[in-house]
């Protein structure tokens, strides 16, 4: 799998990914509503739709930026969330929001990377990524990760961009390299941050591809539901 990283510079992909992160995350939440027009938070409802057929009472939620899923999950499930995240500057837009909401003491945020969690083996009852998983400096060392927190026979689950197949495959992929850099670039101010976006979900696996790394990684079972006609995918992967 070709790597794709946010500004073609000599540091790690995990870095770019700091920065870039650092440098939209005032302006994130925002284009994220306008850019998706708001169908990102129905696929949010939807991975936690899924979650509730088996309850969770402590979730991990990785790549958290600034906590829509986190902030999605405890209130779908009443679970507590830890939500973590590479960025600190996506992480305080984070924290403003769950105070807001009343809910920092069910949702507590902190920094960290994926490929090195610190918690112990099987401590999770589930874990969730959100458009995450392409940032990953080593994508099966940070499944393998996710994998080792969750407790056995419970479930990580991943929403991730996916493509668009058929005839409406072309204009979605036009939209998606053409208008929307355009648009992210001229409200977030960083040139780079949105062709990052079409870049790395082009060269990112979905679907049966995805499923196989998962099955490679040791989970036992993996299913997955694509959303709004391929434009993402949930995939649910039980330890």
């Not at 939620?61 to 405890?74: F, M, P, Q, R, W």
């Amino acid at each position: 799998m070709k790597q794709v990283t946010p500004y073609n510079s000599d540091t790690s992909k995990k870095e770019q990914v700091e920065e870039m992160f650092d440098n939209i995350a005032e302006r994130y939440d925002f284009l994220n509503r306008v850019l998706s027009l708001k169908i990102d938070v129905l696929w949010r409802n939807k991975v936690v739709k899924w979650m509730n057929q088996d309850p969770p009472k402590l979730v991990l939620d990785v790549a958290t930026g600034t906590a829509d899923l986190a902030i999605a999950v405890e209130k779908g499930t009443k679970a507590e969330v830890i939500g973590l995240d590479l960025s600190q500057q996506m992480l305080n837009v984070g924290i403003i929001k769950i105070k807001k909401l009343n809910l920092d003491g069910r949702i507590s945020m902190e920094k960290g990377d994926a490929e090195n969690l610190r918690f112990e083996d099987n401590y999770f009852d589930a874990v969730t990524v959100s458009f995450g998983v392409r940032n990953f400096g080593n994508l099966e060392k940070g499944l393998s990760e996710l994998r080792r927190v969750v407790k056995d026979n419970k479930s990580i689950f991943i929403l991730e961009f996916s493509k668009v197949e058929g005839f409406l495959g072309s204009f979605y992929m036009f939209y998606f390299k053409n208008i929307l850099p355009k648009i992210g670039s001229l409200i977030s101010k960083d040139n780079r941050a949105y062709t990052y976006l079409p870049d790395s979900v082009n060269t990112f696996p979905y679907g049966e591809k995805m499923k196989s790394i998962l099955l490679e990684t040791g989970f036992k079972k993996v299913e997955y539901k694509k959303l709004s006609l391929g434009i993402a995918t949930i995939y649910k992967a039980t330890k």
